[in-house]
Each structure stands twice: as structure tokens, then as C-alpha cells.
């Protein structure tokens, strides 16, 4: 697992073409211009954290794998407006859903 970018603040139905460098997360996004449920394609957003959650639920019961790779890079895109702390929030969050997912795979870094 590489690179998912969590956006805790990612909001469907938000402007996801914006003049941020990190959209889908406030406005109101009309028809084709609005954030979707399940993430943005071709759109300066990141992904829910719901949307990583599923993946890992098909991972698990789909792929069954004997071991996970995790190489980090977890927050989203907004380096500059996060802190230790905030960063620290995001691994946290990924240990706790890796760890409830695949409880007896081992899961390095």
C-alpha cells in the first residue's frame, strides 16, 4: 500500500475543481463538477477515508494476501497546513484499519 493520500476532509458533493491545490473539500460542486461519493478521478482531490476503508474490506475478503507492504506517504496533499500531530493521526489511523482488517498478516513498513 502506497501513496493513498486520506483526506479527512474530503466532502461529496464539494467543489472538486477549484483554485486549491487540494479540492474536493468545500463549495458546492454542480453536475459534473461536484465530488463523488467514492473520490474524484481526474480532479486535484485525494481520497476518503471510507473509500480506503472499502478497498481494504475487498482486499481482505477478494485478494487474502500473506503479507502487506506499506511504504507510507498516508495524509493528504496539504503538507503545508499539517502538523507532527496531524501526521501522526493519519499513520494511526492506517495501523488501526491494517490491524483490524488483516489481523493475522503481517503488515511491514
Request: hydrophobic fraction near 35%; include cysteine.
Amino acid at each position: 500500500l502506497s501513496d493513498v493520500h486520506i483526506d479527512l476532509q474530503y466532502r461529496p458533493g464539494s467543489e472538486k475543481d477549484c483554485d486549491e491545490p487540494v479540492c474536493c473539500r468545500e463549495g458546492k460542486g454542480a453536475g459534473d463538477k461536484a465530488a463523488g461519493f467514492w473520490g474524484s478521478l481526474n480532479a486535484q482531490c485525494d481520497l476518503p477515508l471510507w473509500t480506503f476503508e472499502n478497498a481494504l474490506q475487498f482486499i481482505r475478503e477478494k485478494i487474502k494476501p500473506d503479507v502487506i507492504f506499506w511504504t507510507g506517504d498516508i495524509p493528504a496533499h496539504d503538507d503545508w497546513n499539517q502538523t507532527r500531530e496531524d501526521q501522526l493521526h493519519h499513520i494511526q489511523i492506517t495501523a488501526d484499519l491494517l490491524s483490524h482488517y488483516f489481523p493475522a498478516v503481517m503488515a511491514t513498513l
